[in-house]
T-cell receptor, first 110, second 115 residues
Framework: ELKVEQNPLFLSMQEGKNYTIYCNYSTTSDRLYWYRQDPGKSLESLFVLLSNGAVKQEGRLMASLDTKARLSTLHITAAVHDLSATYFC??????????FGKGTKLTVNP | DVKVTQSSRYLVKRTGEKVFLECVQD?????MFWYRQDPGLGLRLIYF???????EKGDIPEGYSVSREKKERFSLILESASTNQTSMYLC??????????????FGSGTRLTVV
């Protein structure tokens, strides 16, 4: 059974700082997705990572995938308040279904 | 853009009521999913469907059923609502062969409170 673990679950950081969110998963998969959720809203797709070594960047966020280590990272560069949200990673279990991590609630303080 | 529409943003129902949550997508997606989201537990899959009249149980199907009579519509049914079904319910859809490139598209969610 595929399990997906994110850490940290809560992250409070100051504007301008860098940090990384980690997503580990338990069985082989080469398809990983990152989503963002604002309070009271639904999930919005951020990144789709489809192969070992894949790296995607959008603004201050960069996601990477290491399928051998079963690890994806979401790196935040020079955080700004607008990045405050909950971030989820999700892994394809091989049968058209995604298994989600519990989410990382990010708060960026002035 | 694909649009996934959930009929209600907020619902308050009484214990024992039969509750219907509706989800409609407008891009001819084969796959549709119902999740519930609870603090500290993340998203948990309730039911999913790969085609019309087809349904499969997810990780937490107890107390729920689903209906997919048309390709664009996937309904979640709480046969007899209980307070432990108070939650945020999220519907999602995806193309059968395009999951790798696009993942899921989510609806805006329905926050259900059972009193």
């Amino acid at each position: 059974e595929l399990k997906v673990e994110q850490n940290p679950l809560f992250l409070s950081m100051q504007e301008g700082k860098n940090y990384t969110i980690y997503c580990n998963y338990s069985t082989t998969s080469d398809r990983l997705y990152w989503y963002r959720q604002d309070p009271g809203k639904s999930l919005e797709s951020l990144f789709v990572l489809l192969s070992n070594g894949a790296v995607k960047q959008e603004g201050r966020l960069m996601a990477s995938l290491d399928t051998k280590a079963r690890l994806s990272t979401l790196h935040i560069t020079a955080a700004v308040h607008d990045l405050s949200a909950t971030y989820f990673c999700a892994v394809d279990n091989g049968s058209e279904k995604l298994v989600f991590g519990k989410g990382t609630k990010l708060t960026v303080n002035p | 853009d694909v649009k996934v529409t959930q009929s209600s943003r907020y619902l308050v129902k009484r214990t024992g009521e039969k509750v219907f949550l509706e989800c409609v997508q407008d891009m001819d997606h084969e796959n549709m999913f119902w999740y519930r989201q609870d603090p500290g537990l993340g998203l948990r899959l309730i039911y999913f469907s790969y085609d019309v009249k087809m349904k499969e149980k997810g990780d937490i199907p107890e107390g729920y059923s689903v209906s997919r009579e048309k390709k664009e519509r996937f309904s979640l049914i709480l046969e007899s609502a209980s307070t432990n079904q108070t939650s945020m319910y999220l519907c999602a859809s995806s193309l059968l062969v395009a999951l790798p490139r696009h993942g899921y598209t989510f609806g805006s969610g329905t926050r259900l409170t059972v009193v």
